[in-house]
């Protein structure tokens, strides 16, 4: 079964530059979610999509942006980078639609390092 | 704010014994899931429970729900190495919104 599709997977970038990370979700899933994992935490919820619409904002900095094109794949642009900006970033999906179950489904995640 | 705790946090256990990990939430919630992640890995979905007195089994885990008490556990039976990993919790308050992710249980199950 196809998965969400998460590109690149490993990134190095220095402080103070860009970063675009993409999100391919599963095939008819309608909902995109972005969560952020430090070294040893539990994953943090940063933004989500619902019919390419942002439907929630969490703790995501104002230097970060994301959005949800016309063909459901979503983009995290991150500028200004940290040091703090160092971890795992993974795109989740979800059929929200189906009105029962919701699983969201994880991709493989990117691994943003910041020098 | 949404509160989730998980307890322990930390579990060393023997193969073939018997362990359960606690997750307590903050709001009323039905909707409840468990995950699995290896060591720079993704997350596995395990369990969905929707409804009070929600019961899943799959192999040597089974997760339950008890919305009153506002508790899940996942209870491992006859645990072996290959559970080792860390178990997430994680509460979603309404459709479609976000999930709120306990600390994890990082199990190791020693031979």
């Known amino acids: 079964a196809a998965g969400v599709i998460q590109s690149p997977r490993h990134l190095i970038k220095e402080k103070r530059e860009t970063a675009t990370l993409k999100c391919y979700p599963i095939?008819?899933?309608?909902?995109v979610y972005w969560y952020q994992q430090g070294p040893g935490q539990d994953p943090q919820f940063l933004i989500s999509?619902?019919?390419?619409?942002?439907?929630d904002k969490g703790s995501i900095p104002d230097r970060f942006s994301a959005q949800q094109f016309s063909d459901y794949h979503s983009e995290l642009n991150m500028s200004s980078l940290e040091l703090g900006d160092s971890a795992l970033y993974f795109c989740?999906?979800?059929?929200?639609?189906?009105?029962?179950?919701?699983?969201?489904?994880f991709g493989p995640g990117t691994r943003l390092l910041v020098l | 704010e949404l509160k989730v705790e998980q307890n322990p946090l930390f579990l060393s256990m023997q193969e073939g014994k018997n362990y359960t990990i606690y997750c307590n939430y903050s709001?009323?919630?039905?909707?409840l899931y468990w995950y699995r992640q290896d060591p720079g890995k993704s997350l596995e979905s395990l369990f969905v429970?929707?409804?009070?007195?929600a019961v899943k089994q799959e192999g040597r885990l089974m997760a339950s729900l008890d919305t009153k008490a506002r508790l899940s556990t996942l209870h491992i039976t006859a645990a072996v190495h290959d559970l080792s990993a860390t178990y997430f919790c994680?509460?979603?308050?309404?459709?479609?919104?976000?999930?709120?992710f306990g600390e994890g249980t990082q199990l190791t199950v020693n031979p």
């Open positions: 989740a999906s979800s059929l929200v639609s189906s009105g029962y179950q919701e699983t969201q489904y």
């Open positions: 095939p008819r899933h309608d909902t």
């Open positions: 999509f619902y019919e390419k619409m942002q439907s």
């Open positions: 709001t009323t919630s039905d909707r």
């Open positions: 429970l929707l409804s009070n007195g």
């Open positions: 994680a509460v979603q308050e309404t459709s479609g919104s976000r999930l709120t």
